[in-house]
Structures are given as C-alpha cells and as structure tokens.
C-alpha cells in the first residue's frame, strides 16, 4: 500500500494538473476575448476622433509625477480613457507638496529620467523654467490646430502664470481661485450679508464667537500655522489690502520682479498681519496651528461660520460623507479692505513634458488631449478644478456645480505673481511664514517681525541676484 | 485580617495595571476603529470613538483604489524581510568573531559600533543619498536593502555578541580538536545555540525597517516606495485624507501587533538582553 | 581563543567594512560639505566657503532653538519615562506571575514597536483642541481644556506628553527585567532586618538597577535626540519655531530648500554633540560596571 501512494498522488497530481490547465485556458480566453470585445465596443463617437489625431502608443507607458491632492483620482479615472484610445497605460504617482517639489527637482536633475510629465505649482515655474526641467511648450502647441489648443478658453491669469520670459511651461488645467465660504444659513438668520470688506469679515467672526445662541461655534477658520501656511496666507491677503509685498510686485507691474525690495514694513503689510492677529480671538482653540485642512473641516464640519478657501475643495462641500453643511453654504468674491479691490488669490497646477524624459511624442499627445475643452469638462465633472471659461456655459457643470458664477467673477481679478514664480519662492513663503507666526504668539511685536523679516529677505534675495536697493 | 489586605491590594494592583494598559494602547485602539469611520463621522462629533458601522470603503480605497498603496505595503514587505535576512546573516558571522577570537581593540570597536545607533540618522542621509543617487541606486528596492542593512548590521552585531559571548568555549574547543573548523564551529555548534536570540534580533531588525521613514522618504520614488512614506502622503498638509490615513496606519501596525503578541518572548529577550549585559 | 589572520577577517571583515562605510565615511563627507554652498539640485554656486556655513549656522536663531528645543524634551522626557517606568515597573512586579499580568504586560509594550510617524499622525488628532477625544473627556471632568499642539506654549509640551506616551513601557519593560533579576533573599533580608518598603526601594533596587537604568536613559537620549518622526508628523516646527528640534532643521535646510551645504553643517553638528555625550555616558557606564 505505502510502495503505491506516491504513484497514486501522482496521478492524482497529474489529473488535477490538466484539469486546473484547462480552466486556465478557459478563463483566458474569456478574458481576453472580453477585453477584445470591450476595445471595439466602448469607444465613444468622441473618441474616435481622438485615435485619428492621436498616435498609436499600445505597449506603452506614460508616468505622470504629480500632486497627491483629491482630484488625482479624477484624474486617474479619466486618464483611462486614454489608454482605450491609443493603448498607453498611464500611471500616476500622487505626493505630498513638499515631497512633490523635492522630487520634481530631484527628478529634474538627473540626466535621463522615467517620468514623461510633470505636474507643477504655480510658484514654481520660473525655478522650473530656468533650471529647464520641462519642455518650452510653445514650438508643441504652434504645430497644433488652434481650436484643439484652445489657448485663449484658458482662464487669462492662468495663462499668465503658465507664461515665463516667453516660455509656456506647461498647460494651465487644474488652476485654483480662493473664494469666500460662508454658513448662508446662518448669515440669513443674523441678518448679514456676505463680507465684501474685511471688516465685514471681522464683524461676522466676532458675531458668531462665544455666542450663547451658536455654542461650539467659532467666526471664522484662517491659515495660521507656521511656516508655508500662514506665509502663503500673507500673500494670499496683501494685494487685497492694496500692498506690495515687494517694491515691484503688485497687480498690473509691468515686471513683478523688477525691484525686489522687502517691503513688509509698509503700512499694508502690517495691517494684513495685524489682521490675522485680530482674527485669532474668533477661531477654535488651538487656532495658531490651523492650516488648510484643518480649516476646510472645521468648516465642511459646521464649526466656523467663514473660511475662505481654494475652490479645490468646493467639491468635498457637497459630498454627503464628508460635509455636514450640504445646502447651508453660499460663495462670495474673495474680500478686501475696500470694496471693488479684491485681488483673489490665485495657484493651481499646469502640465508639462519633463525634458530629460524620453517619450515626449507620446506625453504631448496626452497633455494636449487631457487638457482639451471636452475632455477638461469631462474632467471638471469627475471632481478637478474648473480652468476653462467654456466650463461655465456647460449645462452639465453649471447644474452640478453652485459655486461656478462666484468663480467666474473670480478668475479674471487675481494677479499671476501672486506668490513669487521665482526659484527662492518657497524659501521667502516659509520665511514670511515663520515671521509672522512668531509675531502672531506675541513673542515679537508686529513691527519688530516685520523689519527683521525685511532685514532677512532682502539679504537672502541680494545675494540671489536680484535687485535689491539699500 | 491581613491575607484579605493582601487580596485588595493585590485587586488594587490589578486594576491599575489594567487602566494603565488600555491607556497605553489607546491611540492604537482608536486608529484601528477609526478606519471604519468615514470622513463626516470623523469629524462631525466630538469624542467620537466608535464607528457607526463598518465602512470597508476606506481599506477598499487605499488597498485597490485609483490610488492604491498595495504595491507599497508588498515594498515594504519585501525590503523589510530581505533586509532582515541579510542583516541576521552578516551580523550573526561578525558577532561570532567578537565573541570567540581575540580581536585587537574590540572595545574601541564595540564602542564605534554603538555610536552608530547614536548617530541621527540625518547625518547620514546626506551623504548616503548623494552615494546611492551616483550608484543608479535610487528608488531600488536594492538601494534601500542596503542602507537599512548598513543601518542595523552594528547594532544587531553589538546584540548578537553578548548572546555568542554567553556560550560555553568547552563544546568549540573539543570540536576543534575533533579537527573542525571555526566555520564549522560555526554553524554547527554555535548557531543552533543561539537560535531564540537571532530569532529577536531579527524581530527588532524587521521591526525597526518595517516603520523606517526618513531613508524611504528620501531614496524612494514609486518603484521602492515603503508603506510608511504612503502614509505621510496621506497626510500631505494641505489635503489630509484622514479615514484613508486611519486605513493605511491599521494595516502598516497590524504586523508590530502580531508580532508582539506571538512573539513577545524574543522581543523582550531582545530588548533586554541589550541591558542586561554580560 | 586561536584563530589565524584570515579566519578573523572572514568573520569581522564585513562589518568592519561597513562600519566605515556607514558612520566615517558619511562624517568625512558632511565635513567636506559643510565648507561649502552645495546644493542637491543647483550644484555649487561658489564652491569652497570656508568656515561660513558655521558662522551662518551660530547665528541663526531657529537653529539655536532648535537644540534648546531638543534639550528640553530630552531633560524632561528621559527622567519623567524613567520616574513612570519605575512605578509602573514595580506595579507590575507585585503582580509578576499571573496570567492576566503578562497578558496586560504583552498589550503594553506594543506602542514601542509602532513607528513614531503613526502615533505621532494620531496624536494630531487626539489632542485636536476642537474634535480631539483629549479636551473631550478634559472637558467631561471638568478639567477645562488646553490648545495642545496649537500653541506656542503648549506644542513642546504636548511632544514631550506623546513621546512619554509611546516610550515608557520601553523604560518599564528594561527596569522591570532588572527588578525580576534582584534576588529576593535581599527583600527578605532587609524586612528581618525592619526595612520599610521605600528603604528598600533606595537601598536594594536603585544600586542594583544603576545599569539597566543608565542603558535606558542612554538609549532614550539617543532617540530623542534624533527625534524626527514624530515632529514631521505632527507640528513640523511650529507654531512659530518651538518645536523645531536639530534633526527637523537639518532636513529643511537639506530638502526643503536645497542647501546641503548648510543643513550638513547643522547635522555635523549634532553628529559631534552626539559623540560628545555619549562617550560621556559610555564612560559613566562603564565605570559603573
């Protein structure tokens, strides 16, 4: 009996081998004959037209490096579409910002790299543009039908922002524009309009603090937290404030970067801080740590009356699992500290083709096509960030989306260099940012912050080479 | 009289111990329920512990989502195991010969080697990321092996040294008058002696690559990514993905859980043995 | 023990080998870059520099901080997990035996095997001042509440509170190991004799535990003073600049803002005081022994 078992498991073996064979077989046929089936059936009119006037990438790869933001899986999910038409697979690597920035530049520096496209921020172009990690976009978008470029259904100041000393560095398709959010609901009942001026903004948030009537309710959410947080939030305010934060760099400067004397001592800049300092009082505990997602939950949470935030987050206000003030919220133009001067922040990331890639063709091809009106619309509707003025005659957006007339009034008022475009732009940002936060502890006086703060930038831009007056 | 005070103290005692511990893991225990949680319920109530139902969205999302992380947490798998392995190897060798030759300056030597561990790890990072850059090595799961094992090769050496040092001499002597080698010394006599203590060191070793971040944060891009650093993108700064993030921590701590549980006895052998020296 | 020449290579060789690689090598590297304006993605812009990085670095008032910051928190954190790791240690002692003891035990040394980054993601969260479960249940014992990792004077602190929280079981279990090797002849002894309970506690434990206790305070200083996870995760250096610690600074300088001439100064730095009280500690150890 023992001699026979392992002939015995053998056979066995060798049945269940063949067995098991032959239902592999089965199940790939049906698979691949799905897939086949799937390829003829699912292509749309629309696309159609695309595989003409796109190439044939089958086999192929595209990696795309950019921000981990909410909308990469938007993105993800249309770039699908992509592969059914020419074949290539596309793969997204999301990161944090800091981490996306590092390895950008990381990626940037090396001779030949695996990454065709970048995703960047707006205040990164001119570090991008100058060390030439992408492609002048130009000569690509010249060779095109302009209609399918449509370059002018870009919003204009994101147009400007893509725009470096005559070099495009990459498509303006995901902008962002800060817009007011307000608690309509409760705005209506106290008898306020939304806030034009900043002292509208302050009188509301003092209103809805430590009010009996609103327990557990604060006025308003801001961007304090050290560091880029409230660094970025001094650039976001000053114009609207009627500042410079740098002698040349106001809206409407023929060169932002002409002069770049500090001039955080200004009487502007002092009120934005103080601004921020006075608003303290009417935000949760524990407000000087607040940065941009604690103040979007706070918000879509019900805790703050006001937030003003990027229109990147406007989509998860009307999400049931994740806002709790569906139906309660209204969307106004950007304040400012006399009405009719708003100058809404602006930022946002193009698309561009990394030049030390080695399948540029083929990461055209797909910039050109994601970034087109109809798939842009497609792409709006699946959760990105709206950044062609076709999306707000779109019935399909327009329905979907209320805050698209407060955007509209929006884009166009917002200054391009709102936070520097040049290569040092992070290491002012954070610097300010470290400024102001410890001004906003109390532990330096506004004035002191602010004339160290100047001290500090004009030496580290000098000996970056640019033109600093004495 | 006094054997009941000795019962309520003993009860006291217990029941602090019990407090004390739930206290202890209570961030761990909140993480875990919080990854059935979805956004809104995160944060719509104060001192919400647990979840109104199990949401399996959040494992759904992170693990075969747009933007899955699964590839990240099999990365981390692999680098941690094979750093481990080779770690042990290389470690387990060296340790023997400082426990059984006479080594000129072994104190010097040992000291270096604990100073290794005292090193921020920054210091290294610099240098080593340029290194690793030059070597084609970025983002490898190779470039990663290594560093981590350059990381842990002193200390695991420095452990396994104390456990060869506590083996008897007489057993190697007789074996080498037998006519063997100190290879073979080695490996068949000296290794299988110590087996529970390289079974703790490895534990500490895969332990401590398991939830490496500064070195996977710097040398990795999409290929090496380890689960760790998928979770810092989680929480980004300017969009923090919460309940993801809850999903992704549970399952990056699930291992160091079980790992406690099941193996505790090498892991406080482990720990321990480094203070109770020789 | 004999051995010839090429059998102690074999078996040492490697590690001594990687031994320099890891810990001279990068310090003779660091060295070099800290006389210059190397940067990861610009090159050098001036080359050599001389001693400027140092002087830069003295004068800077977030690095200075930043390793008083690191001071603090490893004054305060070392001697508070040491003092907790005592008390609970003895706790579980008292109760050493049972099942439910080494149950618990089990279950209470897990924070340690998690990595810094995750507890210091969940604290975020927990001591959120608004939606965080801490002031909930402060609040719910009528203990008012505090803005933890919101301010300024309250962000440290809060860093010191988690680090204590995932570490002292680490200090627990290494005294509790000692306090198990203590022969119980000395207890009964020194009852005999009339010793109270807290004579015992300095007469017999704290001798006998001088070495288990020096080695976890050395170890719990070496890992504080590399704190890095737990900031990133958490506060990131602020509100304004007090919890920015060495190794934080060096990492900004480093990736954030590309100056790896600058940041390897700041690291050299810390790598030298590092060396310098541990070779202190080292000293001290031994002299015990």
Not at chain 1, 223 to 230: D, F, P, R, Y
Not at chain 2, 85 to 101: D, E, H, I, P, Q
């Amino acid at each position: 009996m023992v001699l026979h078992l392992p002939y015995l498991f053998k056979e066995v073996c060798m049945k269940r081998l063949s067995l098991s064979l032959v239902l592999v077989f089965i199940l790939a046929g049906f698979v691949f004959a799905n897939g086949a089936v799937e390829d003829q059936v699912t292509l749309t009119a629309e696309e159609e037209m695309w595989s003409s006037e796109l190439h044939d990438w089958s086999g192929k790869t595209i990696r795309v490096m950019m921000i981990g933001d909410p909308w990469i899986d938007s993105l993800i999910e249309i770039s699908k579409n992509f592969e059914r038409i020419t074949g290539a697979k596309v793969i997204v690597d999301g990161y944090g910002y800091d981490q996306t920035h590092e390895k950008e530049v990381l990626e940037g520096n090396q001779p030949n790299s695996d990454v065709d496209i970048i995703v960047l921020d707006a205040p990164w172009v001119g570090e991008f543009a100058e060390a030439g990690y992408v492609e002048n976009l130009k000569p690509y978008i010249e060779k095109e039908d302009s209609d399918l470029i449509a370059w002018n259904d870009y919003f204009s100041t994101f147009r400007d922002v893509v725009t470096w000393k005559d070099q495009i560095v990459g498509l303006p398709f995901a902008s962002y524009y800060v817009m007011g959010n307000y608690r309509k609901d409760i705005l209506d009942k106290e008898g306020f309009d939304f806030p034009v001026t900043t002292d509208d903004v302050k009188a509301i948030a003092k209103h809805f603090s430590n009010n009996p009537d609103y327990p557990n309710m604060y006025g308003v959410a801001m961007n304090n937290q050290s560091g880029s947080a409230v660094g970025q939030a001094f650039f976001e305010w000053i114009y609207s404030f009627g500042g410079k934060p740098f002698m040349s760099m106001y809206p409407g400067s023929p060169d932002s970067y002409a002069d770049m004397t500090p001039n955080f001592d200004s009487p502007e800049a002092k009120e934005t801080v103080q601004f921020f300092i006075d608003l303290l009082e009417y935000q949760p505990e524990g407000a000087l740590s607040i940065a941009w997602d604690d103040r979007a939950k706070y918000f879509a949470s019900g805790y703050v009356a006001q937030a003003f935030m990027w229109s990147a987050r406007m989509a998860m206000l009307e999400d049931p699992n994740k806002s709790a003030v569906i139906d309660k919220v209204d969307f106004g133009l950007f304040p400012s500290s006399e009405p009719g001067k708003s100058a809404p922040p602006l930022g946002g990331w193009l698309m561009g083709i990394a030049s030390n890639g080695n399948q540029k063709d083929m990461a055209w091809d797909f910039i050109k096509w994601f970034c087109s009106q109809d798939v842009h619309q497609e792409f709006v509707m699946a959760g990105g960030p709206p950044s062609r003025y076709s999306i707000f005659t779109d019935p399909e957006t327009t329905a979907k989306y209320s805050w698209l007339d407060t955007l509209e009034d929006t884009v166009d008022r917002s200054y391009a260099d709102c936070r520097p475009r040049i290569p040092e732009s992070n290491e002012i940002i954070t610097t300010v940012g470290t400024y102001i936060s410890r001004a906003m502890t109390g532990e330096l006086t506004v004035d002191k912050a602010m004339k160290a703060l100047n001290v500090e930038l004009a030496e580290m831009l000098s000996n970056a080479g640019y033109n600093v007056s004495k | 009289m006094k054997q009941y005070k000795k019962m309520f103290n003993a009860s006291i005692v217990q029941i602090i111990l019990i407090i004390i511990t739930l206290v202890s893991i209570f961030p761990l225990v909140w993480i875990v329920l919080a990854s059935f949680k979805t956004e809104l319920e995160m944060f719509r109530v104060q001192g919400n512990i647990f979840p109104n139902s199990l949401y399996l969205d959040n494992y759904k999302e992170v693990l075969f989502g747009n933007n899955s992380r699964l590839q990240f947490l099999k990365n981390s798998l692999i680098i941690s195991l094979l750093s481990t392995f080779v770690v042990v190897l290389v470690s387990s060798t060296a340790a023997f010969g400082f426990a059984k030759f006479k080594i000129k300056n072994s104190q010097h030597i040992e000291f270096w080697i604990l100073s290794t561990r005292m090193m921020p790890p920054i210091a290294a990072l610099i240098p080593l990321s340029i290194i690793i850059r030059k070597l084609n090595l970025f983002d490898t799961h190779l470039g990663i092996i290594i560093l981590y094992v350059l990381f842990n090769v002193p200390y695991a050496t420095w452990m396994l040294t104390i456990f060869f040092r506590q083996l008897p001499h007489e057993i190697d002597e007789a074996a080498m008058i037998d006519g063997c080698s100190w290879f073979q010394v080695f490996r068949i006599i000296s290794l299988p002696q110590i087996l529970s203590g390289l079974f703790s060191v490895a534990t500490l070793v895969f332990i401590f690559t398991w939830n490496e971040l500064l070195f996977a944060m710097i040398l990795t891009g999409r290929a090496a990514k380890t689960l760790p650093v998928a979770i810092t993108e989680y929480a980004g700064g300017v969009f923090i993905r919460w309940e993801l993030m809850a999903a992704a921590a549970t399952l990056q701590i699930l291992p160091a859980i079980i790992i406690v549980i099941f193996l505790q006895k090498y892991l406080i052998s482990g720990l321990s043995l480094g203070s109770v020296k020789g | 023990m004999h051995a010839n020449r090429i059998e102690k290579l074999l078996f040492i060789g490697p590690v001594i080998v990687l031994l320099i690689l890891f810990s001279v090598f990068p310090l003779l590297y660091s060295l070099f870059m800290s006389f210059t304006d190397f940067s990861i993605a610009r090159g050098y812009t001036n080359g050599f520099i001389g001693l400027d990085n140092y002087v830069q670095l003295m004068k800077n008032k977030q690095f200075l901080v930043s390793i008083f910051n690191t001071a603090k928190l490893i004054v305060f954190g070392v001697s508070t997990q040491i003092l907790l790791g005592f008390v609970i240690a003895k706790l579980f002692k008292a109760r050493h035996g049972s099942r439910l003891t080494t149950f618990l035990r089990t279950i209470y040394i897990i924070p340690i095997m998690v990595t810094p980054l995750i507890f210091g993601l969940i604290s975020v969260y927990l001591f959120d001042p608004v939606y965080g479960i801490i002031n909930y249940i402060l609040q719910a014992l009528d203990l008012g509440t505090m803005t933890w990792y919101g301010s300024e004077k309250t962000a440290l602190f809060t860093i010191y509170i988690v680090d204590t929280w995932q570490w002292t079981p680490f200090t627990t279990l290494l005294i509790l190991t000692g306090l198990l090797n203590v022969n119980e002849s000395l207890y009964e002894a020194s009852s005999i004799d009339g010793a109270s309970v807290l004579q015992q506690v300095f007469h017999i434990e704290i001798p006998l535990l001088s070495r288990v206790v020096g080695i976890a305070v050395i170890m719990r200083f070496m890992d504080i003073f590399r704190m890095f996870d737990l900031i990133y995760a958490s506060t990131k250096g602020g509100p304004g600049i007090s919890t920015e610690v060495i190794s934080l600074f060096a990492y900004r300088q480093s990736f954030n803002f590309y100056k790896t001439g600058f940041g390897s100064t700041a690291a050299l730095i810390a790598l030298i005081l590092t060396v310098f009280f541990s070779s202190k500690l080292n000293t001290y150890l031994s002299r015990e022994n």
